[in-house]
């Protein structure tokens, strides 16, 4: 036993200093385009009445001369409709609809259908992100080879340590995505920072495969148009230019029931690779949990647990570390600490809960 955890440990650092390689450094100045192709923004709403007077703040800021946007209010119950028609009637670029449908992917689907143009971004009502945004995401649209782009997404806040755990788990998502994105096998992206081609997304058929599922509008459609056009089709930025913030969950139980939402993707897509990597990452979990066993093997056990979940930890920092720097972020070894020791707890939670299969989101249950 003893011999197996240092074996494993070695390779878990292997392993992440593998997928840590593949995170580029903070790019060069990039020349932002002299062309401006059209662009439509899609941002479904429902029920975000709190925080639609920052949405709106958000568009006004952005500088990109050929842009539209479409607000899809998803039946919201709270007004949100009627505030933003009252609030952006004189604005030309905003167009504000109401979804006939039900559900996240019905009202993408009908904003697409209402788009004039060609290039679609998307992302969510809490979201933030920099003036140049836009720009920055249409730049490998440039290739007619590519039909879809994704960028990364990061919780904000810093000022408690659940704040800072949010940012620690979102940046080892970030890491598995780009490597995956970097062997041509994208796994997932985010809808909150996500932009395609319409002509590719009517190709695909859009959302008619899946309307059912509440949850999934991003990585549906990722596997959908890598499948359609091959995997060089899909492009991931992720850069701090790229970024785009969302809102942290408020307590674990909301965090936790995020996260059943997004994990119960894995059981409906027809990918061996996408539920593997679910299953591997809860067996991976399971095996540090496991270690505690070391501590009945006496002295020599004891020390090699502790060498075994300092590997653990260290590694992790380093890792994750460079995402979160590399996003502008930096976070202290007391916060992997932490973070390494309750993640596997975590991570095993979430897996029990999502077995279940039940989630709320947005007022609707799954």
Request: charged residues 20%; proline residues 5%.
């Amino acid at each position: 036993m003893i011999c197996f955890y240092l074996i494993w440990t070695l390779c878990y650092i292997v392993l992440l200093a593998w997928f840590a390689k593949k995170w580029p450094n903070p790019a060069l100045k990039t020349d932002l385009p002299e062309v401006f192709p059209e662009v439509t923004l899609l941002i479904p709403i429902r029920n975000e009445i709190k925080i639609l007077s920052r949405l709106i703040d958000q568009i006004h800021q952005i500088d990109y001369p050929k842009l539209r946007v479409i607000l899809i209010d998803d039946q919201s119950e709270d007004g949100s409709l009627d505030f933003l028609r009252d609030n952006l009637a004189g604005d030309p670029r905003v167009k504000v609809i109401q979804s006939p449908g039900s559900g996240k992917k019905s009202a993408l689907q009908f904003g697409v259908e209402k788009a004039d143009s060609d290039l679609i971004l998307c992302t969510d009502a809490d979201c933030r992100f920099s003036r140049n945004w836009v720009q920055q995401m249409v730049l490998p649209f440039a290739n007619p080879k590519t039909q879809l782009v994704a960028g990364p997404v990061l919780s904000t806040g810093q000022n408690t340590f659940f704040q800072r755990f949010q940012q620690i788990e979102w940046s080892s998502i970030l890491l598995v995505t780009q490597f995956f994105f970097t062997q041509k096998k994208p796994l997932m992206c985010s809808g909150a920072n996500l932009a395609y081609r319409k002509s590719a997304f009517v190709q695909v058929n859009g959302y008619q495969q899946n309307l059912k599922h509440l949850s999934g509008d991003d990585e549906f459609l990722l596997k959908a148009i890598s499948a359609r056009f091959g995997e060089k089709s899909c492009v991931y930025l992720p850069f701090s230019k790229n970024l785009v913030f969302t809102d942290p969950q408020p307590d674990l139980a909301n965090l936790i029931n995020q996260r059943v939402r997004w994990a119960g993707k894995w059981k409906v897509h027809r990918d061996f690779s996408h539920s593997a990597s679910a299953v591997f990452s809860v067996i991976v979990q399971l095996v540090w949990l496991g270690s505690l066993v070391l501590v009945s093997f006496g002295l020599p056990g004891l020390l090699v647990f502790f060498l075994v979940w300092a590997g653990k930890i260290l590694t992790e920092k380093k890792a994750l570390g460079k995402v979160l720097e590399c996003l502008g972020n930096r976070h202290f070894l007391i916060d992997f600490i932490k973070t390494g020791l309750f993640h596997p707890v975590f991570v095993v939670w979430v897996a029990a809960a999502t077995a279940k299969g039940n989630f709320v989101w947005k007022g609707r249950t799954n």
